[in-house]
Each structure stands twice: as C-alpha cells, then as structure tokens.
C-alpha cells in the first residue's frame, strides 16, 4: 500500500479565521490509491481541511504538497492544481442553469478544450457507470438529492482527477439515498482512486478507510486503521466522540 | 498506513508563540511580491493611458479656445450660485419623483408577479402601462403631458404647473422601468423559498414581504442605482418645458456671454453627487454580501 511519494502530504498546515484558529500543525500522509477518512465533531475542522488541500481557502502556515509540489505556493497556478484534484461538496454546488450534461461537460470543454462531442461521449459513459443515463438532458433541480450528489460527483471526475475530496457528501440525504452516493464511493476505491472523505457515517468510514483520522478543535488527536480508531480509540475524546455518535444511533 | 501515529508527543504552540516558517514566508514574500508587480503594473498603463487622452486634448489645436470658453474658472464661479439654484430644484423633484417611482414601480411589479385570478384585469393593464411607458421616449411623454395637459382646460389638472406635470410625465415613464426592475428580483428568488415561507404558516403577503421581497430586491439593487441615478440627470429633461433648474439656468448663462463654461459646473454638481452615490452603494452591497456568504478564497 506504501509508495516512496505519497500522492498528497500535509505537513504543520495551520488555518486561523480572524482570531479563530481552526487548524494547527496538521501533518497528513495519503499514499497514492489509499482512501483517508476524516471524523469529528462539526466544527472540528474537517471541511476547512478539505478547502486547504484544494486551495479553497489559503493557508496561514505548512505545507501542502501535492506530488511533492507545495500547492500553497503562490508561483504555482492554483487553476491548474485544481484540475487534478476533484471535490464534492455537501450541497452539491452543481450550476442551477444548466443541464446535467452541462454541468459535467463545462470544465472539460472549457478548460481542457476537448470537443464538446467527445466531452458529452465521456460524460455519457459515465453518467451511464452510475446508472444516471436517462438524466443527462434535465435540469438538478428536477432530480432527487441522491441523484444531485452523483452527478456532482460525475461532474468532479470527468476531467480525470489524480485526488478526490468528499466534504460530507452524504450529510444533506436520507438513509436511502446516503447509501445510493456512497456505494458510489466504495466502486471508485475499487477503481483505485485516491480519497479524502469527511463522514459522519462511521459504519462506511470502517469500510473504505485504510486511515481513519479523529480530529478535535483543529487539532489530529488520533489516527490508524479504521478497526483501532473507530473499534478500539484509545484517546479519551475519540472515545467520548464515538460514544455519543453510537447514542445518536449512526454507528 | 496502519502503525498509530498520534500527534500529542510535543504539546502544540499556543497561538501566541506561533512564528512563522520559512518556507511561509518565503510564500508571503511571493504573494506581496506579486501584489507590487500588479500595482507597478497598473499605475504604469493608468499614466500612460490618461496621459496619452490628456496629451492629445491638450496638443490639439483648437483646445486653447476650448479651454477659454468650457473651463473659464473665474466665470465658473461666477456663476456657480445661480445655477446651485437650479440644482436644489432637481435635487427636490428627484426626491419627490423617487417616492412616487419606489411605490407606483413595487405596485406594478407586484400585480405583475401576482397570480390571483382575481388580479387578473389588473395584471393586463400593468402589462399595457409598461410596454407603453418603457417604449416612448421620455422626452416625447414630457412634451406630450406637459403640453398636452394644460390644453385639455381640465379643471384642476390642466391649471398644474409645468413642473409638476413634467415630473410626473418623468414618475410615469420611470415606472416602467422600475417594476421591470423589481419583477425581475422577484422572479429570482427560488421557489423553493417560497414554499419554506408558506410551509411556516406565512400568508401569500407575509411571504413576499418578509422572504421574497427582500432577497429579490438586494438582488436588483445595482440595477436600480443604475435607474436611480439616471433618474438624477433625466430631472434635467423639465428643461424643456422651460423650467428653470441647473442645465436651464446653465443655458441662460450661456446664452448671455456664448461662454459654455456653465455647463460644465452643472455636470460637476451632477458629478458631485452621483459619484459618491454610487461608491456608498457598492459599499452596502458588499457589505452584506460579506455577511451572508461563506468565506474562501476562490
């Protein structure tokens, strides 16, 4: 599973809003075709983690490297870093005036310059592997949340992402259609993707994760395979987490 | 990947002994770095633009006569009280016209977007208003109402002053332009707001006045700056009909010495209030924007 350079490394990255720190010194290693499950209390940090790997939000401090490039260098073109690392979002952010296809096909047309005809092809086929074929003409507003997330998904893969990020793509779902986005998930780890999710889905997180990541107030408090930190945490506030996850009846 | 690594061996600065790593600054270094390249970048093109415009005015050769009858400065403040007057009547008629403009517009917008069958008469003759007053040239409604009226010799109306009647030939054309304005905000606003407003037990009213109104109209509200302040040059247009605000007593004293120097003061008091008019706008606007959307830096 290790490789010599890991697809993603976060070292002693630090996030501050205002007076506000929300992430200090988080290092995080994502070989490449692992996936790394973040859990933790809303506010704990985990999206704005997200948003720092991508450049969504501009880091105060560390280093994010990406192929062992530091993406929070300024001289390197943060549109072309973006181009590599697919995200999807917990609202899904797909565009309200555009179809499906649309949605999918624009970054591929615009900013990989592919002929639209090709671009439909591709989107079709994979619009077709999550069986959302019949969806392409339709505007999201038409379909159901589940449906809205896959194709955010679809839309996040078509321009052959080397990452992907999940920032609580399932939070906004009923159980059903939670189950229809991550069964998504688990066929892209089959694929081999590589993967940064933040879940609150713990019986998934155990699943895919080949690293779990517990964090509190911006801080890693504790990390390891899945059966350690989500079956046996040793740290008092991962314990506390998870207890009151399972009373919450998600576990 | 599955050795435990927790990250409590050292305990984490505080935020006060934070400092900065190299490889940070290093990185601020690149970002303010590039921020003077972009401010040399546009100060430089700012002087060589604006000093080419002013280079081929000034080098023209007919801009000494130019500079001696539009900017005359002595004469210009000569003249300024007068025509100060004139201004303090458009600034007024302004005042009352975008009154009558916000109400007469949010009614028409509202009958427009309104879908009670009762509503129904109202809604076609909202339509006619509009197409009518936003397709006639304004100048043609000022000449039309402030010649029109007075020789109909109706009782009271005809017998109004002109000024009155080309303000109100202004309120009307402006109107249509308004509640255009203001249904297209309306329209904006998702339906699915609608429906959290109604599911709350809100009536039709209490939803548009509460919920729909108000995002709708923060929507439109540069478009209708835009209305606003060219509303505060259109004043000007009772002209015309031989009132005498700022662009007439400008004429008059035009008139007198072929000087056109009271022009160009008239425009500086238009100036002189639009501008500041629209920076304070943009200002609120993005204020609330700041305060209602997340942040981040894409």
Same mark, same amino acid.
């Given at each position: 599973m290790t490789t010599a350079t890991p697809l993603l490394e976060l070292r002693g990255v630090r996030k501050s809003f205002g007076t506000e720190?929300?992430?200090?010194?988080v290092d995080l290693v994502v070989p490449e075709h692992t996936v790394t499950v973040l859990i933790g209390?809303?506010?704990?940090?985990k999206s704005t983690l997200l948003r720092c790997i991508n450049q969504l939000e501009l880091i105060d401090d560390g280093l994010v490297l990406f192929d062992g490039i530091?993406?929070?260098?300024?001289?390197?073109d943060a549109d072309e870093i973006r181009q590599r690392i697919g995200i999807v979002f917990q609202a899904f952010?797909?565009?309200? @005036?555009?179809s499906v296809l649309d949605n999918i096909t624009l970054a591929m047309r615009?900013?990989?310059?592919?002929p639209r005809a090709q671009a439909e092809a591709t989107a079709l086929d994979l619009l077709g592997r999550f069986s959302?074929?019949?969806?392409?003409?339709?505007?999201?507003?038409?379909?159901s949340g589940g449906q809205q997330q896959r194709v955010a998904i679809v839309r996040a893969l078509a321009v052959s992402p080397k990452l992907m990020l999940f920032d609580?793509?399932?939070?906004?779902?009923d159980p059903v259609l939670v189950n229809e986005v991550l069964a998504v998930v688990r066929d892209l780890r089959q694929d081999g993707m590589t993967m940064v999710i933040a879940t609150h889905e713990m019986g998934f997180a155990t699943q895919v994760a080949d690293e779990v990541v517990f964090l509190a107030g911006g801080v890693i408090v504790e990390r390891g395979a899945p059966d350690h930190?989500? @079956?046996?945490?040793?740290?008092p506030q991962t314990q506390d987490f998870l207890r009151r996850v399972h009373e919450a009846g998600r576990l | 990947m599955t050795t435990d690594r927790t990250s409590g061996d050292a305990p984490p600065a505080s935020p006060e002994e934070w400092r900065p790593s190299e490889h940070e600054l290093a990185r601020r270094a690149a970002r303010s770095a590039q921020s003077r390249r972009g401010i040399a970048i546009a100060v430089t093109s700012s002087v060589v633009v604006i000093g080419a415009l002013v280079a081929v005015v000034v080098t023209s050769s007919g801009w000494p006569v130019v500079r001696d009858t539009f900017f005359d400065v002595s004469y210009g403040r000569q003249v300024l009280p007068i025509i100060f007057d004139g201004f303090k009547l458009d600034l007024l008629l302004v005042a009352i016209a975008s009154v009558c403009i916000a109400v007469l517009s949010m009614a028409v917008a509202l009958v427009r977007t309104?879908?009670?069958?009762?509503?129904a008469p109202f809604r076609i003759l909202a339509t006619v208003y509009v197409d009518f007053f936003r397709g006639t040239p304004l100048i043609l409604v000022i000449l039309l109402i402030g010649f029109g009226v007075p020789a109909?010799?109706?009782?009271t109306v005809s017998t109004l002053d002109v000024t009155v009647l080309g303000t109100a030939a202004i309120v009307l054309t402006y109107t249509g332009y308004v509640a255009e304005v203001i249904r297209s905000g309306i329209l904006s606003v998702h339906p699915s707001q609608r429906a959290a407003a109604r599911s709350l037990g809100l009536s039709n009213v209490q939803t548009m006045r509460h919920v729909v109104l108000p995002q709708g109209i923060r929507r439109v509200m540069p478009p209708l700056l835009n209305d606003f302040v060219s509303l505060l040059k259109d004043v000007?247009?009772?002209?015309?009909?031989?009132?005498?605000e700022a662009i007439q007593q400008a004429q008059i004293e035009t008139n007198k010495?072929?000087?056109?120097t009271p022009y160009v003061v008239a425009a500086l008091l238009f100036l002189i209030v639009t501008i500041p008019l629209t920076r304070f706008t943009d200002r609120v606007l993005a204020k609330s924007i700041a305060r209602q959307n997340a942040q981040g830096a894409a």
């Open positions: 720190l929300v992430l200090r010194d209390a809303s506010g704990s940090g530091d993406l929070a260098d300024p001289r390197h952010n797909l565009f309200p @005036h555009m615009r900013v990989q310059k592919v959302l074929a019949d969806k392409a003409a339709q505007y999201p507003d038409r379909l609580e793509v399932t939070s906004a779902l930190v989500i @079956h046996a945490p040793r740290d | 309104s879908r009670s069958p009762a509503a109909l010799n109706l009782p000007g247009l009772v002209s015309i009909l031989g009132v005498t010495t072929f000087n056109y």
